[in-house]
C-alpha cells in the first residue's frame, strides 16, 4: 500500500518534467505516524525490507549512506527527529563530486496521519552520460 502512494506521488511529479529546474518539490501524505516514519529512515534493515534494495546508513550528522543498491549516496546535513532531513545525495550517473541538497520536513497534522514535504535543490541539468533528465 506505502509504495503504491509513493509510485503514484513520482508519476504525478513527473508529468511536468523530471526535474522541471534545478529544484524539485513534493508532498506525500500517509497514513502512519512520524515515529514509525523515522525507524524505516534510519534502520537499515527495514529500509531494505522497504525498498528491498541494498542500504548502508549512518544516522549520524556528517554520515553517509547509501540506498537502493547504491544508485543514491550521500551525506548527513541535519537531523531533527520526526521533524528535519537535510541531506546531500548524489545519484550513481551523476558527474563525481556533484550534490544536490535533499530536505524532507516531516509533520503529524493529526493522530496517525504524516505528511513528508521534500525540496530538493541543485540538482544538475545532465548526467555524465549527457542526459538532461538526472534523477
Excluded at 506521488?9 to 505516524?33: H, N, Q, R, S
Excluded at 540506498?67 to 531533527?80: Q, R
Aim: aromatic share 8%.
Amino acid at each position: 500500500m506505502l509504495l503504491e502512494r509513493v509510485d503514484k506521488f513520482v508519476k504525478e511529479i513527473m508529468k511536468e518534467g523530471w526535474p522541471p529546474k534545478d529544484e524539485l518539490e513534493g508532498k506525500l501524505v500517509l497514513k502512519a505516524t512520524s515515529a514509525g516514519g523515522k525507524v524505516v529512515k534510519t534502520d537499515e534493515n527495514r529500509w531494505r525490507g522497504f525498498t528491498q534494495s541494498k542500504a548502508k546508513i549512518n544516522i549520524e550528522i556528517g554520515g553517509q549512506f547509501s540506498i537502493l543498491d547504491g544508485v543514491i549516496s550521500g551525506v548527513n546535513m541535519k537531523l531533527e527527529e520526526d521533524k528535519l532531513i537535510m541531506q546531500k545525495w548524489s545519484f550513481q550517473n551523476w558527474h563525481d563530486g556533484e550534490y544536490s541538497t535533499i530536505c524532507f520536513t516531516i509533520e503529524e497534522p493529526e493522530i496517525g496521519i504524516t505528511v513528508v514535504k521534500l525540496m530538493q535543490m541543485d540538482v544538475p541539468e545532465e548526467d555524465r552520460y549527457g542526459n538532461a533528465t538526472v534523477v
